[in-house]
C-alpha cells in the first residue's frame, strides 16, 4: 500500500478518495489521512460519510489483518492515531448541530480495557444530537463510573467494551448500581464490537447499541420514555 506518493487528490473521484483513506488509515499515515479529510470536506462530502466511508471502514480492514495475525499491535496503533487524526477534523463538524440540550450523559471504557476509538466516536455523536457528553476515557471502575454520574447527574451512563473479557465488567456495575439502589436512576446503554442485544438483556442494561447511530436513537428513545413523551 505504498505506490501512492505522485497521488494528486484532486484528480480523484469520490470513492477513489475513500479508498485511499482506508490505505492510508492502514499504513498510519496520519498527515495524508488529515489531507484527505480535507479535500473530502472541501468537496462537500458530509463528515459523516468521511466518517463511515473513509475512516470507519479503514478501520475494520486492520481489524481483520490484526486478527489474522498481518497486522501487530505498533501498527494498529499508529492506525489508531490515524483515525483520531481525521475524527479530531470531522469532530466539531459533527458536534456542532446547534441541537437543544436533550440531557446529561457520560461514556467510558470498562476496566481493562483501553480500546477508545468507538467510544469517542458514540461520545461525538451524543453531543451531535444536543447531549452534554462527559468522555471518563477508558479502564473505568465501578467507583469512576458512580462518580462521574454523581459529579455530573448522569441521565445516561454509556459503557464500551471491545473485549470479551471485559465485556462481563459492565455486569459488576449494573449490579452495584442495583446494590446501592442508584439502578433507576439512570439509563444505561452499552455498546463494543463482542456486545449483543441478548448480553445486553442479561446484565439487565437498557438497551446495546450497535453502533453510534444506534446509540443516538437509543438515548433519545430511552430519554423520551423517562420524561413520559414517548
Ligand atoms: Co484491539 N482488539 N486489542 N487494539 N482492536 C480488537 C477489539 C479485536 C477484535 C481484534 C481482532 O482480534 N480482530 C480483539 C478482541 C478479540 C476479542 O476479545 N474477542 C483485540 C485484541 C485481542 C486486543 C489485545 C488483547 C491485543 C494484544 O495485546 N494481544 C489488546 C487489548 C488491550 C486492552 O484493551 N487491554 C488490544 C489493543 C489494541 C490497540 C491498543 C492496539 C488498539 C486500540 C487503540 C485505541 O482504541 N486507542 C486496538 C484496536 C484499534 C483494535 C481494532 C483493530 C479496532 C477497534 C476500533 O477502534 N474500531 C479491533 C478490531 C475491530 O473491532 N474490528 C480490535 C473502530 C471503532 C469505530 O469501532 O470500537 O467497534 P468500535 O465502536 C463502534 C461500535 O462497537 C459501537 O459504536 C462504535 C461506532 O460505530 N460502540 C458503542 C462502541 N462502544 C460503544 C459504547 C456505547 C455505544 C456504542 O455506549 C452507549
Redesign the pocket.
Known amino acids: 500500500m505504498d505506490e501512492e506518493k505522485d497521488i494528486v487528490l484532486a484528480e480523484l473521484d469520490n470513492q477513489e478518495l475513500f479508498e485511499l483513506m482506508q490505505d492510508d488509515l492502514y499504513d498510519g499515515y496520519a498527515d495524508e489521512i488529515m489531507e484527505e479529510v480535507h479535500e473530502a470536506l472541501g468537496r462537500g462530502v458530509t463528515p459523516y460519510d468521511i466518517l463511515n466511508q473513509g475512516l ?1 471502514a479503514g ?2 480492514i ?3 489483518d ?2 489474522d495475525g498481518i497486522l501487530f ?1 505498533p501498527e ?2 499508529m ?2 492515531k490515524a483515525m483520531k487524526a481525521g475524527m479530531s477534523i470531522l469532530r466539531p463538524l459533527l458536534v456542532e448541530t446547534g441541537a437543544p440540550k436533550l440531557g446529561t450523559a457520560i ?1 467510558g471504557t470498562v476496566k ?8 469517542n ?2 461520545g461525538m455523536m451524543w453531543e451531535g444530537a444536543g447531549l452534554e457528553v462527559h468522555n471518563i476515557g477508558t479502564n473505568n471502575s465501578v467507583e469512576d463510573y458512580l462518580q462521574a454520574m454523581e459529579t455530573y447527574n448522569a441521565d445516561i451512563l ?3 467494551a ?4 471485559t465485556m462481563p465488567y459492565m455486569k459488576v456495575v449494573i449490579d452495584t448500581l442495583k446494590e446501592t439502589g442508584k439502578r433507576n436512576d439512570v439509563i444505561v ?6 456486545l449483543s442485544s441478548a448480553f445486553a438483556e442479561d446484565i439487565e442494561a437498557d438497551a446495546y ?4 447511530t444506534d ?1 443516538v436513537e437509543a438515548a433519545k428513545k430511552f430519554l423520551a420514555l423517562r420524561r413520559g413523551i414517548s
Open positions: 470507519v478501520m475494520d486492520v481489524g481483520v490484526f486478527r499491535v494498529v496503533l492506525a489508531a461514556i481493562g480495557d483501553i480500546h477508545d476509538i468507538g467510544q466516536l458514540v454509556g459503557m464500551s471491545l473485549l470479551t473479557t446503554l452499552v455498546g463494543g464490537a463482542p447499541c450497535e453502533d453510534a446509540a
